[in-house]
């Protein structure tokens, strides 16, 4: 076969979509990417540069720059708010597109276009243009329909939502994001101390949820060392259980983090207003085995990754099975059908690149084109 006639579906904008999308254009195949929401780029497209002194590789600017290829690719097709209806096996796959219902943010002006005139996010002003239905055939097809962030409600005891002061590694991205630096949600003043909670939704017996989430040490440790850059009074503490080595730049990375920030190796129970909207944290010390107590002005919980909302649904539609942990199994098959990025298990955007990459690359052998 021709390869330049082939097509693959790829389901899901995030930077495993985007990684997949733009490795299956540089062999000449032709892609359809259908994204749910309104924009490309998934959880990482809004993730806040961590360089302090220097480059602290959190990996953000790839997915901008990744972004941007896709973009301007004319061999990739970009389906903003639309999800997948059908999926039909016949001589490859007969697709039926609908359109998402999710809404529109009122007065989102994140619009831009590339220099083919092609959105990367719709805004209300595309709703009318946009067609409800979509049918075509394609040859393969890749997921790549990501993660959820734990939801922190699931810990009641920490008190997320209830106490103002009690935010989320997610809450503290887009606190940096917008404020230039960590600032009390209360109050909009810099908290003196911050304590990091780690494993917040993984490694927790009682939730069910085994796995190791993989990213949450290394960014709450950037984190930190971000906040710290900025202010360098913040006494900031990190309660855990275990630290994720994430590969060989990591221990170094720890030891240097490790000279600003104390590490204090206790699972917290739960956390208590006080005056001022500070809170109280109680734990366990582990080596007396009794309690205490510490006050903070700021807790961060260092959310883990869990299967994406839509996972069991997109499991029927596709025929992909679930594994023990609810991500996609993503074992190489011989259906056409692919998982990449974190839809198949946790990972950083690195990983994620790289897992993508690879995804792409059994794809083209299915295809015959490798
Ligand atoms: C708090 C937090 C902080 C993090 N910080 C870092 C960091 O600093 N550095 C780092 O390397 N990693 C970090 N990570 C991990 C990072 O977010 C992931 O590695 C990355 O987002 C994975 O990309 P993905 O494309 O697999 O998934 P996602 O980013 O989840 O993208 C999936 C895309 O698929 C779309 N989608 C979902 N369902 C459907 C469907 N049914 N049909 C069509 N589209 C669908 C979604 O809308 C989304 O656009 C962090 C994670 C968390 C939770
Ligand atoms: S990898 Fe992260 S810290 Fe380094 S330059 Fe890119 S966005 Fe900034
Ligand atoms: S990466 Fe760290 S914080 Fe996250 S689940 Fe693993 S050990 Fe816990």
Redesign the pocket.
Known sequence: MNNQTQKVLVLGGGIAGLTAAWELSRQNIGVELVEKSCFLGGHSIGFT???TDK???????SVEDMLKNVVNEPLINVHLRTEIKELKKSDGFKVTLAKSDIEIPAGKTLKGFSKHNKPFCVTSADKDSMGSEAKFDVDAVIVATGYSPFDPNRKSTYGYGKWTNVITGLDLENIIRENGALVRTSDGQKPEKVAFIQCVGSRDERLGNLWCSEVCCPYAMRMAGTVKNENPNADITMFYIDIQNTGKEFPLFYERIKENIRFVRTIPVDIYPLENDRLELRHMVEEAGSPASESFDMVVLSVGITPGKDTVKLSETIGISVNQDGFLDNTISNTGCFVAGTAGGPGSIAATMADAGKTAFEAMKYLGVM
Do not use: L
């Open positions: 540069c961590k360089a480059c602290q590789q959190c990996g953000a600017c």
